[in-house]
């Protein structure tokens, strides 16, 4: 059985939840906290698991053998225990802060003892040793993506498509020793994704020595998460990963546009999708005074936060939304900030419908601190940013066109440049990790030479690209390109003047459109349109007239009752 048959029949037990009033909701949170019980004792079984064991008569063997009422009762003190770490009678049982943590404020809703039964027997017959082969916590990251997809709101509003993760992370090119930062964790998918890039390059952790898998497991990654059953979800997941972090977890319960935020350690590398929307106040409001533009804008509070908080040298990959790159005033000089105090090198717009607030456009921002030439250069660090459309003339990605790694490939190949050098992808020193190599203009995958040009400033005489590339780089750059017209390439770059003397340090860079796009300059007047409506809608009424005719319906002059 593969993990994603398990998934899919963990995903089915969510019926008889349904059957005992849990609505979707609810219902992921209900299980796990089950689930997390039964995967502590497989993974204690096979001796995965050595530290946070759970206590004695909180284990999964204290629940499997019992029925009815006693089941129901014995569960719900059980989870009182794990909550509090205390029996009825006040007797410490536990002390550990990360079950503390998973497990704060705990209950169930269950009400009927056959459902939590049938919970348990589902449990115990998936086929776990398969499981384990797989990794117990990718099982677990399986129904949080589940439920992502399937639901229509709560972590299905904003969840990061696991393969736009994935993607970053290799970009980004995590390296053991470095400390990685998400200040708005979720459920952890950027800092889970980050270890197991680092994993598959130690060999899992067998290349390194014992000092350095100690920081592996405890000090190198480092996330907040402001709702707390969200962090339980996260705190759950990096367990089971093998991630333990500090005294509270990998991942904090905080606001880092707060206190919080304000006491974070500078990081190498911060991977981040911060949620969008204003402060409105209460625990999720901007109460800091360290950012130098004061902002209600959550975005722009997390992307000065974020530059701010990376040591010299240290890289970031951010996702945010449109109105992030263009907003005029303080979005303006949060930009040309972000531009002076880091080489912003790459955007990538992504396409819409990959998140599943709809409508949401949105891009990934790839920057390092300081200067390519010196990482503690402190003003004018960025000199060429380039950017890459993934958005235009692209499918309308959903379910039944899933959005996946294959249509990021491209991109990468781009971000490393032609001539990449190994140790960019393939591991190497700190010092290189994340370095650009060679980059050329000219990427026409997915169909980019069917999309229309748009007849803006950024087309015209490819000002902005020309004088990014001088002399032989650009001679190789048309002799590659074969003729193939650059306006219609998804890859394309532009000088740190152009973006300040033509586009007033807007981020939103675009030049091609839709094929077969409708351009708002050539639509009728609102009379005409009018016009037209009116003569469609008569037609629609006389082919209507003549199909009930045709039935041998009788017509009358108005619509009986």
Known sequence: MSNNDIVQKLWNLCDVLR????????????????????????????????????????????????????????????????????????????????????????QTRLR?????????????????????KDGLGDLYEGLLEKNANETKSGAGQYFTPRALIDSMVRVINPQ????????????????????????????????????????????????????PSTRRLALMNCLLHGMEGDDEGVVHLGNSLGQVGMSLPKADIILANPPFGTSKGGDASITRDDLTYPTSNKQL?????????????????????????????????????????????????????????????????????????????????????????LRTNMPNFGKRTPFGQQHLTPFEECYYGKNKNATAMDGGSVENAGAIFDR??????????????????????????????????????IADSLERPLEKSRWRVFSREFIRDTKSDSLDISWLKDANSVDAADLGTPEELAGEAMTELKGALADLEALMKSLGAELAGGVKG
């Open 19 to 106: 059957d005992d009033g849990i609505n979707y909701s609810d219902y992921v949170t209900e299980l796990v906290l089950l689930l997390f019980i039964k995967m502590v004792h497989e993974n204690t079984e096979a001796g995965l698991l050595n530290k946070h064991t759970l206590p004695t008569g909180c284990r999964w063997t204290d629940l499997s053998d019992k029925d009815g009422l006693n089941l129901l009762d014995d569960y719900k003190r059980m989870l009182l225990t794990l909550s509090t770490g205390k029996d009825s009678e006040g007797n410490t049982l536990h002390a550990d802060p990360l079950i503390l943590a998973i497990y704060a404020d705990a």
């Open 112 to 132: 009927e003892p056959r459902h939590l039964k049938q919970l348990i027997k589902s449990l115990d017959s998936i086929d776990w040793f398969s499981a384990q």
């Open 176 to 227: 053991a020793g470095e400390v990685i930062q998400d200040p708005a964790a979720g459920t952890a998918g950027f800092l889970i994704a980050a270890d197991s890039f680092i994993k598959a390059k130690t060999d899992d952790h067998f290349d390194l020595d014992a000092k350095q898998v100690e920081f592996q497991k405890n000090k190198a990654f480092i996330g907040v998460e402001l709702v």
């Open 301 to 389: 509070a997390f992307l000065q936060h974020i530059y701010r908080n990376l040591k010299p040298g240290g890289r970031a990959a951010v996702v945010l939304p449109d109105n992030v790159l263009f907003e005029a005033g303080v979005g303006t000089d949060v930009r040309r900030d972000l531009m002076n105090k880091c080489n912003l090198h790459t955007v990538l717009r992504l396409p819409t419908g990959i998140f599943y607030a709809a409508g949401v456009k949105t891009n990934v921002l790839f920057f390092t601190k300081g200067s390519e030439a010196d990482k503690l250069q402190e003003e004018n660090c960025t000199t060429n940013t380039w950017v890459y459309d």
């Open 440 to 477: 050329k203009e000219g990427e026409w995958s997915f169909n980019a030479e069917d999309a229309e040009v748009d007849d803006s400033v950024v087309n015209q005489g490819l000002d902005g690209s020309e004088k990014a590339q001088q002399g032989a780089e650009k001679a190789q750059r």
